[in-house]
């Protein structure tokens, strides 16, 4: 029998009973949908993880961090089996590992908490000075109109994380986002606005000022107000309230700027965050936070953070991170997709009973095939491919309805911003439809094998007789 008959006869009596049919593929549609949406939904976490890398400098960054410089709001995990640094990260540690086989480029960076003024609201702030290559480097997305802070510019520019209004707050009555769901009424790219370096400073002239201009003991002795300098917006991140980035809380500068400022205004005295000596006295050298190194290749990677942390430095790459990340996913993506899998089980078994059902409703039939000569394994071929078109189109239909569910959640999800992700939170790439067409296709043959078996046994005279 050729095959293009065997189609046309397997076609045929899958038409002749619709609704059978139609509720088989049913449940491979379900079946379908349910594994392909629940994988999609840990492949955008994926996606999702990906993009933060390549914001963080990629698959070829690594972060050098010395001892505690700066003051910080926000702090990352590091490794606690690297142990401390033993070194602070200066200008001789930034040539020092320039040097080093395998560094393409290291920036210095610098954190600190200061406090933005405006109008009549007072923030927090995490001040994040970069060099420009480096504020290049971590492709944020700014909002129309904005542009990456000049290094001779006369005042200090600023670029402002999306969630940085969040954290200011009204003078007088200090009440703030989270506490009136309100956010500050600031023209961010536009309105003057103020910068005092120091919290800490920031802290003792209010607490100075509410005690009448005395000093700590009471006595008066007036506290030195803190020297304000005027800074102005060049940017800031695109998204609203629910869209997280890495850079969210973060307020980034030039770092040569801001380090020239720091150097200006605490001249002979300790710069805040900075180390000195037991008396208090600080060191001729100035310290940043960390140093962000570029390996010229991935495979060098490894060897390259080995050799910085025993030089005595705390190392943290973003292969290290995805690496960790993978592995979780690995679990998760395992998870939704068994739980998707029970469901096309159960259309197996739906398969199956209606490969059963046919048998036995066309023994008659399949008795005569077999007397006018038809071979065995033409008969096996006829319900297998039966089975594989039920597979078929229930994968077919159930990627279409994937497609909908994922459109769907993500539209609901805003793109994944509800969940504190910046892609979509489903995501289906074409490789996951291509599996699961295939998988549908083989869980329909394997349910319709054990039927074909049925068929080939039964006898030719047998099946002749049967009513």
Known sequence: MRWI??????????????????????????????????????????QSIYKEIERSGGMT????????????????????????????VTDETIK????????KSITPSLTMSSVILCKN????????????????????????????????SANLELIFGNFVPMDFYEKGSNRGYWETQELPDIDFMNDPMFLILSQDDYFNSQQGNSSGGLGQEGNSTPVKAPKKYVVRAS?????????????????????????SMLQKEYTGKAIPGQPTTQTGKPYKFFAYTNAMIQADDIDNVEDLSSTIQEMGYRVNTNAEYLKSAQQELVMVEAVLGGIGAVSLF???????????????????????????????????QMFLLEAAFIGFIGGVAGNILSFLLSFGINVVTGNGSMMGLDSNISYIPLWLVAA??????LVGMVA????????????????IRNE
Not at 237 to 259: A, H, P, R
Not at 351 to 368: D, H, L
């Open 5 to 46: 008959d065997l189609l046309r006869m397997s076609s045929g009596n899958l038409k002749k009973r619709k609704l059978r049919t139609f509720l088989t593929i049913l449940g491979v549609v379900i079946g379908t949908a349910s594994i392909v949406v629940m994988i999609s939904l840990g492949l955008g976490l994926q």
């Open 61 to 88: 960054a690594i972060t050098v961090t010395g001892q505690d410089v700066g003051s910080r709001m926000f702090y990352t995990y590091s490794d606690s089996e690297q142990g401390e640094a033993t070194k602070y």
């Open 96 to 103: 020092e590992l320039e040097e080093l086989e395998h560094v």
């Open 121 to 152: 609201y007072y923030g927090y702030i995490q001040l994040v000075g970069m060099t420009p290559d480096e504020l290049q480097r971590q492709n944020m997305e700014l909002v129309e109109g904005s542009r990456m802070p000049e290094s001779d």
């Open 235 to 259: 940017g800031m991140l695109d998204g609203g309230m629910e869209t997280y980035s890495n850079g969210s809380y973060n307020v980034y500068c030039d770092i040569w700027t801001l380090k």
């Open 346 to 380: 159960v259309a197996a078994i739906g398969i199956a009973n209606t490969m059963m059902m046919s048998i036995y409703e066309r023994t008659k039939e399949i008795g005569v095939i077999k007397v006018l000569g038809c071979s065995l394994r033409n008969i096996k």
């Open 436 to 441: 699961s067409m295939a998988f549908a296709v």
């Open 448 to 463: 319709g094998y054990f039927p074909a078996l049925r068929a080939m046994r039964l006898s030719p005279l047998a099946a």
